[in-house]
């Protein structure tokens, strides 16, 4: 009964999860566009616009969150090329830090990404796998609201996920520690002894 | 006219497709359909277009004309300015004759293998 359940909420956890895709996507979108024309605000508005149709008319939740992470790569490597391109020995140690916070942002969307699918395959398992997703979200909503960035959304997010799932999942492990060997005594000895097992 | 630096496979297949819809007289190519059409990622079309955009001055976009009711994010359509059917023109016959041959026809993307014709 409480794998039914179970069932049921990570199913609507799952179809709750998969709604925060495209307004992931849109907002992806424009981040990639701002950080492809950093120098060029106007270029910059113009074409986060027409990203965010493109997202727009892509169909289904994770395909939108793919076109947009493949945007915000593409973004990132022509940032990258541009700082580094200018003036490599000055810009180097800027562009280095720029790219970490870029690529920990994108590293952690694309963790998301895959942790929402392993969560759908993991539906039967049980309802752990999906508290830790859905808490790890909450941790990223709250972390985003409180930073005002995508970076801390989804970084936060997917470390949150990530240490709830691991404690979930290898606490009740670690604690199953093997029993302790007492001495038998002589009578519980000749007891479990094969041939007495196989007697019975 | 400022010709292309750099001639690479998406750029001809790009445009390719905006002087076939050009030569049919369609107005309404936007980044998604240029997507679907050359079977191309979106940072690959849209480095494309702002290259022939922004460096070459070869096509020029437009947005959507959305209805009072519509809302949202709008779609740009692109089309080839004066100077880029000119330089299409230079370029496609050099590279790709074939597109020369049939203006208008049903787009299809070259095979990426040996040549691109």
Redesign the interface.
């Known amino acids: 009964m409480s794998a039914i359940l179970l069932g049921i909420l990570a199913t609507v956890i799952a179809d709750q999860l998969c709604a925060t895709f495209p307004s992931l996507a849109l907002k992806l979108a424009r981040w990639s566009a701002a950080c492809r024309y950093a120098g060029n605000p106007a270029?910059a508005e113009?074409?986060a616009?027409?990203?965010?149709?493109?997202i727009?008319?892509?169909p289904g939740g994770l395909l939108k969150l793919s076109?947009a992470l493949?945007?915000a790569?593409?973004?990132l490597a022509t940032a990258s090329r541009r700082a580094l391109g200018k003036n490599p020995v000055i810009t180097i140690a800027r562009a280095t830090g720029r790219a970490i916070v870029m690529g920990a942002a994108v590293i952690a969307a694309v963790a998301v990404a895959i942790w929402y699918l392993y969560c759908s395959l993991c539906l039967l398992v049980g309802g752990a796998v999906m508290f830790a997703a859905v808490a790890g979200l909450t941790v990223g909503a709250i972390a985003g609201a409180i930073d005002r960035s995508l970076g801390a959304y989804l970084g936060w997010s997917a470390a949150a996920a990530v240490a709830i799932w691991w404690t979930i999942t290898w606490l009740p492990r670690l604690r199953r520690r093997p029993p302790r060997r007492t001495r038998r005594t002589q009578s519980e000895r000749r007891l479990r002894s094969p041939r007495n097992l196989t007697r019975r | 006219m400022t010709g292309p630096a750099r001639i690479t496979g998406p750029f001809l297949d790009v445009l390719e497709l905006l002087f076939a819809t050009y030569a049919a007289g369609d107005e309404s190519l936007?980044?998604?359909a240029i997507?679907k059409a050359t079977k191309r990622?979106?940072?690959t079309v849209?480095?494309v277009l702002d290259r022939l955009e922004?460096e070459m001055g070869w096509i020029e976009g437009r947005w959507?004309q959305q209805r009072p009711d519509q809302s949202?994010?709008?779609?740009?359509f692109y089309t080839l300015t004066p100077t880029g059917v000119a330089g299409a023109q230079a370029v496609l016959r050099q590279r790709r004759p074939g597109a020369l041959r049939t203006p208008g026809r049903q787009w299809r993307p070259a095979p990426r293998q040996a040549g691109a014709q």
């Open positions: 270029k113009l074409r616009e027409e990203l965010e149709a493109l727009e008319q892509r076109t493949g945007l790569i593409a973004a | 936007h980044g998604w997507m990622s979106g940072p849209y480095g922004d959507e949202g994010p709008r779609k740009r």
